[in-house]
C-alpha cells in the first residue's frame, strides 16, 4: 500500500516517547527480491511493535529502482476541503499520524535481476510502540491464502466468523478483524447467519470480541480524534478512552456556557461513571483551565488487557531511597544534620511552618552546608 509522504495538516505531535529501533533493522542479509524484504521488514516491525508500510515503490526502466519504508505513523493528515454538512452534524474522524520519522531504504543491488540490501536512514519513533495490533488497517489485511480460506469457507456455507477462527488457529499473529473478513463477505455476495447460542460459536465470538476491545484501546492511545481537540481535555487525551472523552463533550454541551451550581447540575455524571459533571466542566472553560487526571475514574484510564502491575511501596523498592541513603553517608556532618532536618520538615508540617516564619524574618540567615566531600 502506498501511503502519502505530503500530508500537510497540522495536529499536536506526540514527542513522550523517542524509540529508537535501529539496532533491530540493521543487517547485511542479501534478500532475493523486493517483496522478501518488505515482508521481511513487516514482520520484524511486528516483532518489535511498530507496523511498517510501503511509503514508495517503483521500477521504472532505464532508473535505479527505489524502495521506501516507513511507519504507519508517517507523514501528516491533510484535512478534506470544507464542504456544508448537515446542522449539528460533525463527523466522528481523527488521525494516527504524527510525523514519525522512522525511515527504511531498500537498496537494489546493481548487476543483480531483483537482489536489495536494506539502510535504515532513521531508527527513530516519536510516539508509542504498539502493544496490540487487532483492528490496525495494515496489519489486519488478509493475504492470499487467507482470502482462499475465506472465499472456500464461505462457499461451503460456513459461517464468517468461524472462517476467522480458523485464520487464527493457523497464524496466532493474525490481527485481522471481522470487519475485515465482512467487507471481503458483502463481496462475495454470501448471505448472513444467525448466531446459535452454544459454547463452540459463543467462544469465538469472545476472542473476537476481546480482539475488538484491544484495538479500541489501541485507537485511544494512539489517534487523536478531531472533536477532541480543545483546551479542556488537552491533559486527558491519550490516557483515558475515546468513549470517555465522547461522554464529557456530551456533558459539556449540557452545560453550555451557563455558570451551574452542584444543585442545579445534580452530578449524575460523576456519581455514575466518575467523569466530570457538566458544573465541574463549566468552571474549567471558564477558567481556562484542563481537566485533571485525578479527577476521572481509574475505569476510563486502563487501556489495556493486561492485569496492572502491582506497585510497592516500601521504600526499599526505590532507588531514589538509595541514592540518598548513599548521598547521606559521603556528606560531612554538617551536610547530615541539614538532610535530616530536610526529612523531618517532610515528615511533619509543623516544622515546616516554624521553618517558613523563621524565612520571614529578616535577622534570620538560612545557611545551607554543602557537601565538602
Known amino acids: 500500500m502506498i501511503q502519502a509522504i505530503d500530508n500537510q495538516l497540522e495536529i499536536e505531535p506526540i514527542v513522550e516517547d523517542h524509540v529508537d529501533l535501529s539496532e533491530r533493522f540493521i543487517t547485511d542479509k542479501i534478500f532475493e527480491s523486493r517483496q522478501e524484504l518488505i515482508d521481511w521488514a513487516k514482520e520484524t516491525g511486528k516483532e518489535v511493535g ?11 526502466t532505464g532508473r535505479r529502482p ?5 511507519c504507519e505513523r508517517a507523514g501528516k493528515y491533510r484535512a478534506p476541503k470544507p464542504r456544508a454538512e448537515k446542522k449539528g452534524e460533525r463527523k466522528k474522524v481523527g488521525t494516527k499520524l504524527c510525523g514519525c520519522p522512522f525511515l527504511l531504504r531498500g537498496l537494489f543491488q546493481v548487476g543483480s535481476q531483483d537482489k536489495w540490501k536494506v539502510k535504515v536512514d532513521c531508527g527513530r519513533h516519536n510516539h508509542p510502540l504498539v502493544r496490540f495490533f487487532e483492528g490496525k488497517s495494515s496489519v489486519g489485511k488478509l493475504t492470499a491464502e487467507e482470502r482462499k480460506i475465506v472465499e472456500e469457507m464461505s462457499a461451503s456455507g460456513l459461517k464468517l466468523k468461524q472462517a476467522l477462527t480458523v485464520i487464527k488457529s493457523r497464524n496466532p499473529t493474525n490481527a485481522s478483524t471481522i470487519r475485515t473478513h465482512s467487507r471481503l463477505k458483502k463481496q462475495l455476495g454470501t448471505s448472513n447467519y444467525d448466531i446459535l447460542g452454544m459454547w463452540r460459536i459463543m467462544h469465538p465470538l469472545m476472542n473476537l470480541q476481546f480482539a475488538a476491545i484491544k484495538a479500541s484501546f489501541e485507537t485511544s492511545m494512539k489517534e487523536i480524534q478531531h472533536r477532541h481537540q480543545i483546551n479542556v481535555l488537552k491533559d486527558v487525551r491519550g490516557v483515558i478512552s475515546i468513549a470517555a472523552m465522547d461522554i464529557i463533550l456530551e456533558e459539556k454541551k449540557r452545560g453550555g456556557n451557563i455558570e451551574l451550581d452542584a444543585v442545579a447540575c445534580g452530578c449524575a455524571l460523576r456519581r455514575t461513571h466518575g467523569l466530570p459533571c457538566a458544573h465541574e466542566l463549566v468552571m474549567y472553560v471558564k477558567e481556562g483551565s484542563f481537566i485533571p487526571l485525578s479527577s476521572i475514574h481509574p475505569i476510563w484510564k ?13 521504600l526499599e523498592s526505590h532507588p531514589e ?5 548513599k548521598h ?31 524565612l520571614a524574618n529578616p535577622q534570620t540567615t538560612l545557611v545551607i552546608p554543602k557537601d565538602r566531600s
Open 50 to 60: 511498530t507496523v511498517i508500510v510501503t511509503k514508495r515503490s517503483d521500477f521504472v
Open 66 to 70: 527505489r524502495l521506501l519504508l516507513g
Open 302 to 314: 486502563k487501556l489495556s488487557a493486561l492485569p496492572d502491575e502491582q506497585k510497592r511501596v516500601d
Open 321 to 325: 531511597f538509595h541514592i540518598f541513603i
Open 328 to 358: 547521606f553517608n559521603e556528606s560531612c556532618d554538617d551536610r547530615k544534620v541539614y538532610l535530616l532536618e530536610r526529612l523531618k520538615e517532610l515528615a511533619d508540617p509543623e516544622t515546616t511552618l516554624e521553618r517558613l516564619k523563621e
